[in-house]
């Protein structure tokens, strides 16, 4: 009996096997009963390709009229642009800021701080509650690169160098005060106020790991993420970072944008896809289409 199996990229699943519209969903068992009078044996997909395929559901899922009427009036509708629309702990969105999620609009601090720190701390808190077994992640801001490197320095001598001092005390304000407790290290990157990228410690794994929607690798942001790892355990623990560290720089494969604008969109999709830990199989044609999801997740209140 021959075997078939669903590949592993959902992208080229997707590309042999097109779904049609039409074509009612099977279960597992279905599928086999299906496949088996052609001699076949039908093997489900991997567990993580069939995870990035709900993520991509839910991306694209239709809206209600009363989520779409939300966004209507968030994005786009008349209104003050020092009115604060969303807002949990420390962090809140203005109306100027959601107006950076219209079409072919770049995404501001704000948007990008609460996608983070709130949105995807929230749903990182509740993966943890679904799964007692699973460690907390940590979400910096934007303005943690830009401290860790000084980049408003006044001084065109210092500004860009790598400076511990800066962010030594944010280690403090991290759940048990200890960085290295946690799965994931999320650190979003504003690039000379142009581009978005992102880079991720992987805790565990000892790597840290560049994603950028262009394709490119700032090493100087890895090595010094790395250095920040040695200065912080040194400071808080009193000893030398252990083990061998991976600095990664962005998957060949990883999503490409193909305009000017989508990076940030791009980089809060990458944040979100590691965190459910899912394969990387989103496209433009995806992202250009996440800006309302984008928007309903800052608006959305957090229990």
């Known amino acids: 009996m021959l075997r078939i199996r669903v590949p592993e990229d959902i992208r080229s699943f997707n590309v042999l ?3 049609h519209p039409l ?12 496949v088996q009078g052609q001699g076949l044996q039908y093997l ?10 709900n993520v991509i559901s839910e991306l694209l899922r239709p809206l209600s009229s009363e989520e779409q009427s939300l966004i209507c009036r968030a994005v786009y509708g008349p209104g003050p642009d020092h009115e604060i629309l969303a807002a949990h702990k420390s962090d809140s969105v203005k109306r100027s800021s959601m107006r950076s999620l219209q079409p072919e609009k770049w995404l501001n601090d704000e948007v990008m701080n609460y996608f983070h720190r709130s949105f995807l701390s929230h749903r990182d808190e509740q993966l943890c509650a679904s799964d007692p ?15 860790l490197f000084d980049e408003k320095n006044s001084d065109p001598e210092l500004r860009g160098t790598y400076n511990y001092d800066n ?3 944010w280690g403090n304000k991290v759940s048990g005060k200890d960085i290295f407790r946690f799965k994931y290290v999320f650190c979003p990157i504003n690039l000379d106020n142009s581009h978005w990228t ?13 994603y950028d929607s262009f394709g490119g690798t700032d090493e100087r942001k890895l090595k010094g993420l790395l250095q920040y790892l040695k ?11 252990e083990g061998e560290w991976k600095l990664v720089g ?19 999709l990458f944040g979100y896809f590691v965190l459910l830990e899912c394969p990387l199989v989103f496209t433009q044609a995806h992202v250009s289409k996440c800006r309302d999801w984008l928007a309903l997740s800052v608006l959305k209140k957090l229990e």
């Open 17 to 19: 096997f097109p779904p």
């Open 23 to 34: 074509t009612p969903r099977l279960n597992d068992e279905e599928r086999n009963e299906q």
């Open 44 to 53: 489900p997909a991997p567990e993580h390709v069939i995870r990035a395929s």
């Open 133 to 147: 077994g699973r460690t907390r992640s940590h979400f910096f801001s934007t303005y943690f690169v830009q401290m």
């Open 167 to 169: 962010v030594k005390r």
């Open 198 to 210: 992102m880079a991720i410690i992987f805790m565990k794994e000892r790597r840290i790991q560049y």
């Open 231 to 241: 200065d912080e355990h040194k400071a808080k623990k009193g000893k030398e970072l």
């Open 250 to 268: 962005c998957p060949e494969d990883s999503p490409r944008q193909m305009n000017g604008y989508d990076c940030g969109v791009f980089t809060c």
